[in-house]
């Protein structure tokens, strides 16, 4: 594809906002000279302009830049505009939104110019005051009941990018559902509305009119945060805490302070909301060398628990020490915080007779085991927060991906602070019994056997690659997967009973052993979960020796299947 400069101009015409106006136009008079630095200009344009940035269940998520298959101003009013037209149709004139951002580049601008499009269509735009965490914003929707909410934020993606994360709830959305992330057919019908609205430089924006919250909105989401956990119990946990540059920082400092775990210590380099992220190649606690400050500042002060949010902390990861590891200090993986955390929930939940745990497809299948042995009922989902918050009657979910769930009534997403301080109440817990996490795991594994879990992905640059190795994997998949025969081969793009559609293939083999590929949500990437379950033994560390050894054999049938 080439586009032409006229289709550029035209659409520099439509654009309202002066610097990307300025971006494109210089990218055309590059592309019109000779040269490599012309056809570096008209490959960027290219990309630029090779469709709209497709709006999804997972909202819009992108690199900034001018163009409509950028994060931009232009991209951002239409979408409001579609969702506002989507909504006045739902529920009528007079529909809510409570919008929030994040503090990477551009969010706040395209959180007023949300609230100036929703109050131009006739809306009632509810405003967060200042960057605030994404659970906070999940929080605003059910809590103040609004028709939908709109967050300005990528995530934990590079510096480069932004996104547009769509909830619905109030009248809009009802039953367990009401305050998620938008699910099919939601996102199409949104889409269909972006799509026929008009140039973004013709859309309505009002020069005011919204509503700018107070801080009554954070001051309940923390007094909810705090109530999770019971007034007296054991505080002293020295703990060791990094936001990751993003906006987690005050509140779950906050929240710790107020449920009685004042021995907080921050990572000094990456307390404070940072866009540029400059002491991590990515915003992502599971990346290798993120929590490299933290574990350095941990040892220093010999902490008892390391807790990191992602930069919109929505998300929350652990390390513990452990001195069979190098350095001192063992990451815990999502599977592992979320068996730990069921746990307790599972406790608590069969206590009072009754509650639903919910997993992602792709994370372990220990917490089934948990549910099961606590009287409990267990619901498998689709990958995403989307998915686990509609589960009725839920009390705990999470995914494999560092996303924990642990108060559904008030967030129906995945909330980093809240499980930030639920951690460290079990840190409590442990300490009360003379126990460790590394124990607490143990145990585990001696009732429901030892469930070891591992991922690899592959990344892309060009996603006709995933879709070429997805369709190879339909036509022949393995046979045999670490020596066993796989028994079933289930391709997820037919849903069941269970579940609806999604591209991914599922593997189970006579040994037990399983695994999922998928292509990312989010990512240009190729994604394999891997699960191998050795039955309890008492001597645990054996166990885990033999499932080791199968992971190893396991990761190497299926690189080998999935390579490109």
């Known amino acids: 594809m080439n586009v032409t400069a006229d289709e550029v101009n035209a659409w520099i015409a439509a654009d309202p906002d002066e610097r990307t106006r300025t971006e494109l136009t210089e990218l055309v008079e590059r592309a019109a000279g000779t040269g490599e630095d012309a056809l570096a200009a008209q490959a960027d344009l290219d ?57 990477r580049y551009g969010s706040a601008q395209f959180a007023r110019d949300t609230a100036a499009v929703v109050t131009a269509a006739g809306g009632r735009a509810l405003l967060l005051p200042e960057p605030l965490p994404t659970p906070v914003l999940a929080f605003a929707v059910r809590h103040l009941g609004t028709d939908a909410g709109v967050m300005v934020t990528a995530s934990h993606n590079p510096p480069q990018d932004n996104g547009y994360k769509v909830y619905l709830g109030g009248r809009a959305v009802t039953g367990a559902g009401q305050g998620a992330q938008i699910v ?107 929590l490299d400050l933290a574990f350095d500042l941990a040892r220093s002060v010999d902490a008892d628990l390391v807790l990191a949010n992602d930069p919109d902390a929505d998300r929350c990861t652990m390390a513990v020490p452990d001195r069979n590891v190098i350095g001192g200090w063992r990451q815990l993986t999502g599977d592992e915080i979320g068996a730990l955390l069921g746990e307790q929930t599972g ?62 009534a008030a967030v129906r997403d995945k909330d980093g602070i809240s499980a930030a301080v639920r951690i460290a109440y079990l840190a409590a817990q442990l300490n009360d019994h003379g126990e460790t996490f590394v124990g607490a795991l143990d145990n585990l594994a001696q009732r429901h056997g030892v469930h070891e879990t591992s991922q ?100 190497a049938d299926v690189a080998a299947a999935v390579e490109m």
Request: net charge neutral; with cysteine; aromatic share 6%.
């Open 47 to 103: 990309s630029r302009f090779s469709g709209p940035l497709e709006f999804g269940t997972a909202g819009l998520r992108g690199a900034l830049g001018g163009g409509p298959h950028r994060m931009n101003r232009a991209v951002v009013i239409r979408a409001a505009a579609g969702l506002s037209d989507f909504l006045a149709g739902e529920v009528g004139r007079g529909f809510t939104v409570a919008v929030g951002y994040d503090a």
């Open 184 to 290: 099919p057919p939601y996102d199409a019908r949104i889409a269909e509305r972006i799509a026929a609205a008009p140039r973004a430089v013709d859309v309505p924006l009002a020069e005011g009119g919204w509503e700018v919250l107070g801080p009554e909105i954070h001051e309940a989401y923390l007094q909810r945060v705090v109530s999770l956990v019971p007034p007296r119990h054991t505080r002293e946990v020295r703990i060791v805490y990094t936001p990751m540059h993003g906006v987690g920082g005050a509140t779950t400092v906050e929240a710790l302070r107020r449920a009685g775990f004042g021995d907080v210590h921050v990572v000094p380099k990456q307390a404070d909301p940072d866009p540029d992220f400059p002491t991590v190649a990515f915003p992502n606690p599971e990346e290798p060398g993120a």
């Open 347 to 408: 406790v608590a939940a069969a206590f009072a007779g009754r509650g639903v745990l919910a997993s992602s497809v792709v994370s372990s299948r220990l917490l089934a085991r948990i549910a099961q042995a606590h009287g409990l009922q267990h619901r498998t989902t689709l990958t995403g927060f989307k998915w686990i918050a509609r589960t009725e009657g839920l009390v705990f979910g999470y995914e494999e991906a560092i996303g924990y769930c642990v108060d559904p």
């Open 456 to 555: 690899i992905s592959v990344r892309v640059s060009d996603l006709s690659l995933i879709t070429s190795t997805m369709a190879r994997l339909r036509s022949g998949g393995p046979t045999t997967l670490a020596g066993s025969p796989v028994v079933t081969t289930t391709d997820l793009a037919t849903g069941s009973e269970d579940l609806p559609p999604t591209d991914g293939l599922l593997y189970l083999t006579a040994a037990g052993d399983r695994v999922i590929i998928r292509p990312s949500g989010t990512e240009p990437k190729l994604k394999c979960y891997l699960e191998v379950i050795v039955p309890s033994v008492p001597d645990v560390s054996t166990a885990r020796h033999t499932a080791s050894l199968r992971m190893e054999a396991l990761r």
